[in-house]
């Protein structure tokens, strides 16, 4: 007659945790902005909302394709003061 196998006897030992070794970390998987391309997120979108009074116009104009500003004006808003200035300047121009 076999002797009974003990499955925890054979089972091999937890090896202890290292104190901190499970510490959560953010991984961002987006680009993120810089204090200068936020700071120029948040003028245009202001300047938006004021000039076209209406939270979905404005939002429609900041994330569509404009054809005569050659791209979406919030991309081309954040990428430089140029850009921003561009973008302010066609809202004028459509809201006068």
């Keep these: 007659m076999t002797a009974p196998v003990d499955t925890l006897a054979d089972a091999p030992a937890e090896t202890p945790r290292k104190p901190g ?3 959560f970390q953010r991984k961002y ?3 993120r902005l810089t204090p200068d391309q936020a700071t120029r997120q948040g003028q245009v979108a202001t300047s938006a909302f ?23 004006p919030l991309d ?10 561009s973008v302010e300047a066609a809202m004028l121009a459509r809201t006068a």
């Design 29 to 31: 998987t987006t680009v």
């Design 50 to 72: 004021r000039r076209f009074g209406e939270r979905d116009k404005a939002m429609a104009f900041l994330n569509g394709h404009d054809e005569a500003l050659g791209g979406r």
């Design 21 to 23: 070794a499970m510490r």
């Design 76 to 85: 081309l808003a954040i990428a430089s003061a140029e850009g921003l200035e």
